[in-house]
């Protein structure tokens, strides 16, 4: 019986943060010391923290430890190339959907905004490019061309955008 009261006793000062040794309640004779005693009370503080875990010591690890994070590393790397392929897999798929998407939207105001949202996020280079698309409405290609002219002129290359926008030959479709 006498053990548990002891246990409850230690218990209750753990709870009330009171020392429990007598090494704890000596006092640090100089700065040093103190900071030293803060540090390690806090690093028993961190470890009772509830789901906190030691720091590994990179420095004092076993071969079979080495193993075990070159494996953890190799995982690691592994979920990321897999990650990755199905990203390129999801953009190729809309990709191959991008054509038969143009063709549905032409000549339709939804057209219009879907090449505007293109441009707009483009660079200046991909927005020339997607000026000469020859689905790309006219007045979408008269809006990347005033960009490159507002850049251009910022730049002191003014009249370069309109020649560089030349629209693609549709006389073929009628």
Same mark, same amino acid.
């Given at each position: 019986?006498?053990k ?7 218990d209750?000062?753990a709870q009330?943060?009171?020392? %429990?040794?007598s090494? @704890?309640?000596?006092?640090? /004779?100089?700065?040093?010391? *103190?900071?030293? =005693?803060k540090? +390690? ?7 009772a923290?509830?789901?906190?875990h ?7 690890m ?13 995982? %690691?790397?592994?979920? @990321?190339?897999?990650?990755? /392929?199905?990203?390129?897999? *999801?953009?190729? =798929?809309?990709? +191959?959907s991008?054509?038969s ?11 219009e ?12 280079a991909?927005?020339?490019r997607i ?5 790309c409405?006219?007045?979408? /290609? ?7 002219e507002?850049?251009?002129?910022t730049?002191?290359k003014?009249?370069v955008?309109?020649a560089a926008?030349g629209?693609?030959?549709n006389?073929?479709?009628?």
């Open positions: 019986m006498r548990r009261e002891k246990v409850r006793e230690f209750f000062r009330r943060d009171e020392p %429990t040794s090494s @704890a309640t000596k006092k640090p /004779r100089d700065r040093r010391a *103190a900071d030293a =005693a540090t +390690a009370r806090k690093g028993l503080d961190y470890m923290q509830k789901n906190r030691p720091v590994i010591d990179w420095n004092r076993t071969d079979r430890q080495r193993q075990m994070k070159a494996r953890a590393e190799n995982l %690691t790397a592994q979920i @990321a190339l897999d990650q990755h /392929r199905e990203h390129d897999r *999801a953009n190729k =798929a809309l990709f +191959a991008l054509e998407v143009l063709a549905r939207l032409a000549g339709t105001p939804k057209a905004e879907f090449f505007r949202l293109f441009s707009e996020t483009a660079t200046q991909n927005a020339k000026a000469n698309h020859p689905d409405p006219d007045v979408v /290609r008269d809006e990347i061309a005033q960009r490159i507002k850049t251009g002129a730049n002191g003014e009249g955008a309109r926008l629209k693609p030959d006389a073929s479709e009628g």
